[in-house]
């Protein structure tokens, strides 16, 4: 059985002081075991900070972003190994705000994702459509493109480690959400294009989060759909209270 995750990625949000105030809390209120995942993404300044006060604590640290080479002449990158030395066990890649504000392409993804798969980095790889593209009914033909050329060249077992989260690109940071209906039916494309490509036990055994506007409000009947294995959270991760209660909401 998929153990469901909730992930918060808090974006360009948060002091360090803030970061490991929230962090504190978190831990906190979160002491009891809890049937999944949880998993936070501070910004790069506060990751160390964040891990520190952690330490202890199953709930696990993921960057926004990392650089696809190991080291080198890249000023203002952040490189693999420099996150798996501050304790990241994962690392988000492709999300739509980098594809759009950042001209990412599917190759410097799949660069990406190839090398966190090298430092052991699990890599919670985005997909999304954009609200032209949906409504011109071109959603499932952006979706295989994007996992196609996101995962060139990768062999069913170096998908294991891959987390995929479906993020329709109309509905993050909009207050716009997918129906459950909705999310369900690329959410169960997503599935039948990863057993297409790498077969069902790999497919069955890959966890398929939904982003898009999630909230406490929401979160229930989106995870009650069958191939809907958690979220990843955006602006409410960034307030304890109303994450802790999507964390209790999903498991």
């Known amino acids: 059985m998929i153990r ?43 990751l160390f900070p964040v891990a520190e006060a952690l330490k202890g604590v199953s709930i696990h640290l993921s960057a ?15 490189s693999a190994g420099m996150l798996v030395g501050i304790g990241c066990e994962y690392v988000i890649i492709g999300h739509s705000e980098r594809r759009i504000l950042f001209n990412e392409n599917s190759n410097e993804i799949n660069r990406k994702i190839k090398t966190a798969l090298k430092f052991n980095l699990g890599p919670i790889f985005c997909v999304g459509e954009t609200l032209s593209e949906r409504e011109s ?10 996992i196609e050329e996101g995962l060139f060249n990768l062999s069913s077992g170096d998908i294991k480690p891959i987390v995929l989260a479906y993020e329709p690109v ?5 207050g716009k959400t997918a129906t459950p209906g909705q999310a369900e039916e690329v959410h169960r494309f997503i599935r039948d294009t990863m057993t297409e490509i790498y077969g ?8 398929i989060l939904y982003g898009g506007s999630v909230n406490p409000d929401n979160i229930s ?3 009650n759909q069958p191939d809907i294995g958690g979220a990843l959270v955006g602006g409410a991760s960034l307030d304890v209270e109303r994450f802790i209660k999507i964390v209790k909401r999903c498991f």
């Open 221 to 223: 009947d989106l995870i």
């Open 137 to 146: 009914g071109q959603t499932f033909a952006v979706i295989k493109r994007q």
């Open 200 to 207: 069902e036990d790999t497919s069955s055994n890959t966890v």
């Open 4 to 46: 469901p995750i909730i992930a918060g990625n808090w974006k360009m949000h948060k002091t360090v002081e803030e970061s490991v105030n929230f962090a504190h809390q978190l831990r906190e209120k979160l002491s009891e075991p809890v049937g999944g995942d949880v998993i936070i993404a501070p910004p790069f300044t506060a």
């Open 64 to 78: 926004q972003n990392l650089h696809w080479e190991e080291e080198g002449a890249y000023t203002g990158e952040i």
């Open 170 to 174: 109309w509905a993050i940071g909009t």
